[in-house]
């Protein structure tokens, strides 16, 4: 019988909504029941682990789940003996220092003899040793933001998104220490049975992810405009081309970018193009 591979993922929180989807889209159902701390999936042999994304690193480093979705902060702070297989591009965020508002800020030797309030001591020792600066660390879990309203702490080291939170406690941020996202760890000693479903996991989120921005694009141009519209839109290989019922004009397919979506377009319009139809990709295998 084939070896189940065990994924741990977030129970609930800002990783949960991102790591099921990803599930999904690489075609691998979860039996729902959140609330069992063990779920198997239908169709491919893995089962999920819920766990609070605290515990991911440990738990895969000590081998109770042989990969885990976690946030690459996590990773870094724990120092646990894992693997980061696959960066997953959600759940971004940074890690970064913040200080009251209305103080003014000079450069990193502000923070010397300073009491800075995180929960991610790790990092941020590092961060502050690297660049020779002095400061006291101060341990607290959740609400760090708070702590220079109420003299707990002269600035924080916390993660930031969209900063209002910042904004809301009257903070500015003024150095970004590193950035994070989502991440694919596992363990450092798999077996090869578990690590061929593995390859095989990451061979379908690469799948899905490579189709992420790219669209589907259709249009009909005279043959004569062929060369020159197939310039603008490379495709995988080369785009495809088929004649249409109309004599002297034919049917182009690619692939293209969302990023340039609107440039390619113009430069198809002007070349010729007709009838141009534009669709979501969900997976490319290349
Ligand atoms: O219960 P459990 O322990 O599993 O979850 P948790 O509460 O510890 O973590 P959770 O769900 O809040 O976050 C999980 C992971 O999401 C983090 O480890 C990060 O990798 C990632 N992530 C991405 C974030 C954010 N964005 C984020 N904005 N984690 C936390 N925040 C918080 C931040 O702490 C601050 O309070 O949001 C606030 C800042 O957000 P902005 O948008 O106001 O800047
Ligand atoms: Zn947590």
Same mark, same amino acid.
């Given at each position: 019988?084939?070896?189940?591979?065990?994924?741990?993922?977030?129970?609930?929180?800002?990783?949960?909504?991102?790591?099921?989807?990803?599930?999904?889209?690489?075609?691998?159902?979860?039996?729902? =029941?959140?609330?069992?701390?063990?779920?198997?999936?239908?169709?491919?042999?893995? *089962?999920?682990?819920?766990?609070?994304?605290?515990?991911?690193?440990?738990?895969? $480093?000590?081998?109770?789940?042989?990969?885990?979705?976690? =946030?690459?902060?996590?990773?870094?702070?724990?120092?646990?003996?894992?693997?980061?297989?696959?960066?997953?591009?959600?759940?971004?965020?940074?890690?970064?220092?913040?200080?009251?508002?209305?103080? /003014?800020?000079?450069?990193?030797?502000?923070?010397?003899?300073?009491?800075?309030?995180?929960?991610?001591?790790?990092?941020?020792?590092?961060?502050?040793?690297?660049? =020779?600066?002095?400061?006291?660390?101060?341990?607290?879990?959740?609400?760090?933001?708070?702590?220079?309203?109420?003299?707990? $702490?002269?600035?924080?080291?916390?993660?930031?998104?969209?900063?209002?939170?910042?904004?809301?406690?009257?903070?500015?941020?003024? *150095?970004?220490? @590193? $950035?994070? /996202?989502?991440?694919?760890?596992?363990?450092?000693?798999?077996? $090869?049975?578990?690590?061929?479903?593995?390859?095989?996991?990451?061979?379908?989120?690469?799948? @899905?992810?490579?189709?992420?921005?790219?669209?589907?694009i259709l249009l009909n141009a005279p043959n004569e405009k062929i060369a020159e519209i197939s310039s603008v839109l490379p495709g995988?290989?080369s785009p495809t081309v088929m004649p249409l019922a109309i004599p002297g004009w034919s049917s182009i397919h690619s @692939?293209?970018?969302?990023?340039?979506?609107?440039?390619?377009? =113009?430069k198809l319009k002007r070349a010729g193009a007709e009838g141009i139809?534009?669709?979501?990709?969900?997976?490319?295998?290349?």
């Amino acid at each position: 019988m084939q070896k189940l591979l065990r994924i741990a993922i977030q129970t609930k929180g800002r990783l949960n909504e991102g790591s099921v989807r990803l599930m999904e889209e690489a075609g691998i159902s979860l039996i729902i =029941g959140r609330r069992n701390l063990v779920s198997p999936a239908k169709n491919f042999p893995v *089962e999920v682990l819920y766990l609070r994304d605290d515990d991911i690193p440990q738990t895969v $480093a000590y081998g109770a789940s042989d990969v885990g979705i976690v =946030g690459e902060n996590e990773v870094m702070e724990r120092k646990e003996n894992v693997r980061i297989v696959k960066r997953l591009g959600f759940s971004k965020c940074r890690l970064s220092l913040a200080i009251p508002q209305q103080l /003014e800020y000079h450069g990193i030797s502000w923070f010397n003899g300073k009491k800075i309030a995180t929960s991610y001591p790790g990092i941020l020792g590092n961060w502050l040793k690297s660049n =020779g600066i002095d400061a006291e660390i101060h341990i607290i879990k959740g609400s760090v933001e708070i702590s220079p309203g109420i003299g707990l $702490a002269d600035a924080i080291f916390d993660i930031v998104s969209s900063g209002s939170t910042l904004v809301s406690n009257r903070l500015k941020e003024v *150095e970004m220490v @590193v $950035a994070s /996202e989502a991440v694919l760890i596992a363990n450092e000693n798999l077996p $090869a049975e578990k690590l061929a479903v593995l390859e095989d996991l990451i061979f379908r989120l690469e799948s @899905v992810q490579r189709a992420e921005g790219k669209k589907y694009i259709l249009l009909n141009a005279p043959n004569e405009k062929i060369a020159e519209i197939s310039s603008v839109l490379p495709g995988m290989k080369s785009p495809t081309v088929m004649p249409l019922a109309i004599p002297g004009w034919s049917s182009i397919h690619s @692939v293209i970018s969302e990023n340039d979506f609107w440039e390619v377009i =113009g430069k198809l319009k002007r070349a010729g193009a007709e009838g141009i139809l534009v669709i979501p990709i969900e997976k490319m295998i290349l």
